[in-house]
């Protein structure tokens, strides 16, 4: 079955380590992008990639890093920079990254906690 | 700036009953909307998009009210597995271009189906 899958679902860092999240994609997609969700809020936007070997930052993309080798691979690196990074992150994919209509398939998400 | 609004909510409402709620939008010139579905602790997943003559998928509708800038969901006998969070996005980008990261995403309207 085609889908997109994160690793690692839990995750949890000791302040001031980087970690990096996996997402990889067998639905051929073009655009991979990566949310974060904190409770009651809306999903916000991190980076997104429309084609591989380039990537755009979002909204919040400070503290975090990305690359696009592959077209099934778009890790995301949540750094030391990062001030609040406690938080669920969401990996998605669409088809065609030029497409306002563009549906969105998400990752089963990966939880970060930082103690 | 409050650009995609909803009503956290919760909604309670008994089994079999019919329920609707409203987003509204910023920006007139929004092309694209949609309504996700996302369960306690998961990854949203496509519900229906909204289109502009409005469409009916089952027991959901979704409507979209250009003029006053809202877009509305209906659950009609309702089902104790229709609890969950509903997500408005709506493509804010002037004319629906850019690709899936002009979506920007309310945060959420609860629903709670009681036996």
């Known amino acids: 079955d085609g889908g997109i899958t994160q690793s690692p679902k839990y995750l949890f860092r000791k302040e001031g380590q980087n970690v990096t999240l996996s997402c990889e994609q067998n639905?051929?997609?073009?655009?991979m992008y990566w949310y974060r969700q904190d409770p009651g809020q809306g999903l916000r936007l991190i980076y997104y990639?429309?084609?591989?070997?380039?990537?755009q930052k979002g909204d919040i993309a400070e503290g975090y890093s990305v690359s696009r080798e592959k077209k099934e691979s778009f890790p995301l690196t949540v750094t030391s920079a990062q001030k609040n990074p406690t938080a669920f992150y969401l990996c998605?994919?669409?088809?065609?990254?030029?497409?306002?209509?563009?549906?969105?398939?998400f990752g089963a998400g990966s939880r970060l906690t930082v103690l | 700036r409050k650009e995609v609004e909803q009503d956290p909510g919760p909604f309670n409402v008994p089994e079999g009953a019919t329920v609707a709620f409203n987003c509204t939008y910023s920006?007139?010139?929004?092309?694209?909307f949609f309504w996700y579905r996302q369960d306690c602790r998961k990854e949203p997943k496509l519900l229906m998009s909204v289109y502009s003559s409005g469409n009916e998928d089952g027991r959901f509708t979704a409507q979209l009210n250009r003029a006053s800038q809202y877009i509305s969901l209906l659950i009609r006998d309702s089902k104790l597995s229709d609890s969950a969070t509903y997500l408005c996005?709506?493509?804010?980008?002037?004319?629906?271009?850019?690709?899936?990261?002009?979506?920007?995403f309310g945060k959420g309207t609860h629903l709670i189906i009681q036996p």
């Open positions: 996005v709506v493509n804010m980008r002037l004319g629906g271009r850019g690709g899936a990261d002009g979506l920007t």
């Open positions: 998605a994919s669409s088809p065609n990254g030029h497409s306002g209509a563009n549906v969105l398939t």
């Open positions: 990639s429309q084609i591989v070997n380039d990537f």
């Open positions: 920006n007139s010139a929004s092309q694209s």
């Open positions: 639905l051929n997609h073009d655009a």
